[in-house]
């Protein structure tokens, strides 16, 4: 995968690039990811990016001209032919405005080829460019950052440790939060019974899309503090059902909206039932 980020501040991302998986990523050539400085694509001796917006109103925009120029100097094929044939690329603006980031969309990115981040500043970008030029905008979260630079680099970490390879066990990426599986080219999340494998314990590791369940590891003891006798039981079952209830419980406390799309069997349903009837009792 080649990535692309177009920013007024390349040097912001010489730590987030230098670590982690996303660095594993680079040197193992699984990604190959480039800094692209917006002001080097300005014509006037003061590197003009921003201007102010018609119509009147607070603060500055950043201008279409060297973001079109940007791109198209990069190779990358207008929005139209991109879509129309279906092309493995991407150009995604950083907005507030946009669509929700969710794992689901950083799947949908890592099937990519080529994906350009484009950094929105000041009060936003061009409408042009969002109209013309990105095909997706995309939002961390319900809230106003100072520009698309952390965004990016969420986003960009997000995708990278999805690629085949990136992740020492690949197996782990499948037991994390909002973990979902991909049929007939629908985000689709797992049955509780397709959870079940001849593998026991480690079939229990799915998320279907909600919470992660805890995790413990040794000492089995410490400082009174004991891990659950279930995970120390060797049953399989126990080890399923037990995870499988703390990230129900986990889920309704914390993030109760995932619950609403969630494939929930009998057992399930009849567990968040209990929960929240002994919720319904303490208030009373």
Request: aromatic share 6%; glycine share 8%.
């Amino acid at each position: 995968m080649k990535a692309h980020i177009v920013t007024i501040f390349p040097d912001f991302f010489r730590g987030p690039l230098e670590y982690g998986i996303t660095r594993r990523a680079q040197e193992m050539g699984l990604a190959e990811i480039q800094v692209h400085d917006l002001r080097e694509f300005t014509h006037d001796r003061h590197r003009t990016v921003d201007d102010r917006p018609f119509g009147g109103g607070e603060g500055m925009v950043l201008k279409p001209e060297p973001l079109f120029e940007c791109l198209e100097s990069l190779g990358i094929e207008p929005r139209e032919r991109r879509l129309a044939e279906r092309m493995r690329q991407s150009v995604v603006l950083l907005s507030a405005q946009g669509q929700r980031f969710t794992q689901a969309v950083a799947t949908e990115l890592a099937l990519l080829d080529r994906i350009v981040f484009v950094c929105g500043r000041y009060e936003g970008v061009d409408e042009r460019v969002a109209e013309f030029l990105a095909d997706r905008e995309l939002s961390i979260g319900d809230y106003v950052l100072s520009g698309g630079e952390i965004a990016a680099a969420v986003i960009v970490e997000a995708v990278m440790r999805l690629l085949p390879g990136a992740v020492g066990n690949e197996a782990s990426t499948q037991q994390e939060s909002f973990t979902i599986e991909k049929s007939n080219n629908e985000a689709k999340l797992n049955s509780d019974a397709k959870l079940k494998s001849p593998r026991g314990a480690d079939s229990t590791c799915g998320s279907n899309g909600l919470l992660d369940y805890p995790h413990y590891t040794r000492p089995a003891e410490f400082r009174g503090m004991v891990v659950p006798e279930a995970l120390m039981s060797g049953n399989h079952e126990e080890i399923r059902r037990w995870r499988r209830q703390r990230s129900l419980e986990k889920t309704l406390r914390n993030r109760p909206d995932l619950l609403e799309g969630a494939a929930l069997s009998e057992e399930d349903n009849k567990f968040l039932a209990g929960i929240r009837n002994a919720r319904t009792n303490v208030h009373n």
